[in-house]
């Protein structure tokens, strides 16, 4: 069976095509927050707190109710949390986001083993850590949820872009101005929160800060106005993900990783057309 | 305009400076002079309200819309390499007077802005990435954004940090022309003020409290003067 | 009379050849078994999409007296996902249990859904 008899085959089921809707959803929406968290140096905070999306996915697991009503409002919390603290310094970004990272982490992963009735506990925490197939089994319950906030953040990010750009490229400014920064900060925060919470189901909780971080990086290597790095991570974003998700289904390998391992050929690739172009313009 | 009584102006651990009592009339240029540490961009975050001053009322003019201010602040590591056309950042000066529900530049706010970036000599970057340009230019830039936010106050932190001393005379004859031409009130915080003095009309000295506020030449004349190089001739 | 002999062969090889070969809607033993795991994972969560349709999949037979699951694995072995089997009339539970073949539809018995197999080898 040649690839495109293949590719056929599997699109006949619904996972699939949920998936890969799904899949575009939330990388577009990690592409854009990618953009603003790099570019204000807070890539950090994204890893941390999907260290406590695991852990609070363990306390769902052990009570065994739907993790997406744990996981979603601890997130968001101390994503508000984080990210109030570091605007007013009381908090030293690195060192208090490795403690909460590890600490979650270990805090989830002992829970899960002592508490959890799964039988399969390995499993669950692997495919939860990585990401190998969530994005192929989700429910239905996940999937409106995924769409329906997926489309509240794109939404968002792009009838206030102008307003994104302007708190994100100067704070003071927009504040000295009459920009209400403290409320695009929260609500920043809060949309941290959910993107992570979801972007967890497509790649896993360990890799999520490569669908938040290479993107963006990609795009700044090559284009000079926010508009167009905004536009340009998306669509790579989306670009990546689509093609990793075929090849994990055409070969079997996990979803997650291979989605970072094409964003980092992405990246590899643009840096090379930067560096190309940044000679021929020498010359 | 700006009326400043009994602040005192800090953190809450640490007093800068205390007992500042001043006010800025429309049309004055008033600098803000001192060492080190003295407090002097406190004083302007606490006069943009980015501060809370820790004694002490700062009052506005009651007929001035306080989203009617021009800052240009100390430019951030980050914003160097940041990805963004000069036209991107200038139409952001507008962000502040503009309603949520209307999150997209309208005609006229495009306009103006070509408008303000023309006089400024820096239209013909308007497309061209802000990490490119020189310092001089990048001040231009971050001045221009603060014009569109506000023809009638202007608010700077050191603007002429990292600039050769030519574009230091270029910026300080714009900013005199802003001043007298088009009448907009300037509050500036510099450490060449030797540079800027013959346009300035008002001086703040600090140094633990307000040590001086008044006009330029009772500044040069006073014993200030020579910590300064302003010294009467 | 030679040349009747080999059309007989030849049908009769047609024929046996035809036989061995039970066509189904879905043969899962050449995909890989993440997918098959996906696959699988899915019938049990959405199971009216995958009613009424021929399955032959690989994996090991759990259980025992009647009751028993097909246990199937992805490519990293750390997870793994039970389809319900019940086993039609002549159809016998073989003595290795390991790597079997089965094939048989998915269908709603007594509102349970399960695949009825009609053949393991």
Redesign the interface.
């Given at each position: 069976?040649n690839i495109f008899e293949e590719l056929k085959y599997?699109f006949q089921?619904?996972?699939v095509k949920y998936a890969i809707v799904v899949g575009i959803l939330i990388s577009l929406c990690c592409a854009m927050l990618g953009v603003t968290l790099v570019l204000k140096r807070y890539s950090m905070i994204g890893d941390g707190l999907s260290h406590v999306a695991f852990g609070a996915m363990s306390v769902a697991m052990v009570l065994t109710i739907a993790d997406m009503y744990v996981m979603l409002p601890v997130t968001i919390v101390v994503a508000i949390l984080l990210i109030r603290l570091t605007n007013q310094g009381k908090v030293k970004n690195d060192s208090a986001i490795a403690m909460l990272s590890v600490g979650a982490l270990a805090f989830g992963y002992l829970i899960v083993n002592i508490f959890s009735t799964s039988s399969?506990i390995?499993?669950d925490v692997?495919?939860t850590l990585f990401g190998?197939?969530s994005i192929?089994?989700l429910?239905?319950f996940d999937l409106w949820l995924c769409i329906i906030l997926t489309i509240f953040v794109l939404g968002y990010f792009i009838f206030f872009h102008n307003k994104i750009f302007s708190v994100t490229f100067d704070e003071g400014f927009s504040k000295a101005t009459g920009v209400k920064t403290a409320v695009y900060n929260n609500i920043m925060a809060m949309i941290i929160g959910v993107v992570i919470v979801l972007a967890m189901k497509l790649v896993g909780s360990l890799l999520i800060s490569a669908l938040i971080v290479f993107p963006a990086l990609s795009a700044i290597r090559l284009f000079k106005s926010y508009k167009s790095v905004i536009i340009f991570a998306s669509i790579i974003s989306v670009i990546n993900s689509i093609i990793g998700i075929l090849v994990?289904?055409?070969?079997?390998?996990?979803v997650g990783s291979t989605i970072v391992i094409i964003n980092i050929i992405a990246y590899f690739i643009c840096w090379c057309v930067e560096v190309i172009i940044r000679e021929t313009r020498k010359a | 305009m700006i009326e400043c009584k009994g602040v005192t102006i800090g953190y809450p651990e640490k007093t800068i400076c205390k007992n500042i009592s001043f006010s800025i009339k429309k049309g004055e240029y008033v600098c803000i002079v001192g060492e080190n540490g003295c407090g002097k961009s406190t004083l302007l975050k606490t006069v943009l309200g980015l501060h809370k001053p820790l004694k002490g009322k700062i009052a506005f003019e009651k007929s001035f819309n306080k989203s009617s201010i021009g800052y240009l602040p100390q430019q951030t590591e980050m914003q160097k390499d940041f990805p963004a056309t000069v036209k991107e950042i200038v139409l952001s000066g507008f962000l502040g007077k503009k309603k949520w529900y209307v999150p997209f530049y309208t005609r006229q706010e495009k306009a103006k802005c070509n408008t303000i970036m023309t006089e400024l000599g820096v239209a013909e970057f308007a497309n061209k990435s802000f990490k490119e340009l020189s310092g001089g230019q990048q001040q231009r830039v971050l001045l221009a954004r603060a014009l569109c936010s506000s023809d009638e106050l202007l608010i700077m932190d050191e603007p002429t940090n990292n600039l050769d001393s030519k574009s230091i005379k270029l910026f300080y004859k714009l900013i005199a022309k802003l001043n007298k031409e088009n009448g907009i009130t300037i509050l500036m915080v510099t450490h060449d003020l030797d540079k800027a003095i013959k346009d300035v009309t008002n001086v703040l000295y600090l140094k633990d409290e307000l040590k001086f506020a008044g006009t330029r030449d009772a500044f040069c004349a006073s014993e200030y003067a020579k910590l300064f190089g302003v010294e009467e001739e | 009379m030679k040349r009747f002999f080999v059309i007989c062969a030849f049908c009769g090889v047609m024929f046996l050849s035809g036989c061995g070969a039970v066509s189904v809607d879905h043969d899962l033993t050449?995909k890989?078994?993440?997918?098959v795991?996906?696959?699988v994972?899915?019938m049990n969560?959405?199971p009216s999409?995958y009613a009424n349709k021929s399955y032959k999949i690989n994996g090991d037979i759990e259980g025992s007296l009647g009751y028993y699951s097909l246990i199937v694995f992805?490519?990293?072995n750390?997870?793994?996902a039970e389809l319900a089997l019940v086993l039609d009339n002549g159809v016998t539970c073989p003595k290795k249990k390991t790597n079997v073949t089965v094939i048989g539809e998915y269908v709603q018995i007594d509102g349970q859904y399960c695949l009825k197999v009609t053949k393991i080898s």
């Open positions: 069976m599997y089921f619904d996972f399969n390995s499993g692997c495919t190998s197939t192929l089994t429910n239905n994990a289904i055409l070969w079997g390998t996990p | - | 050449n890989k078994a993440s997918m795991y996906t696959i994972t899915n969560s959405s999409a992805d490519d990293t750390c997870c793994s």
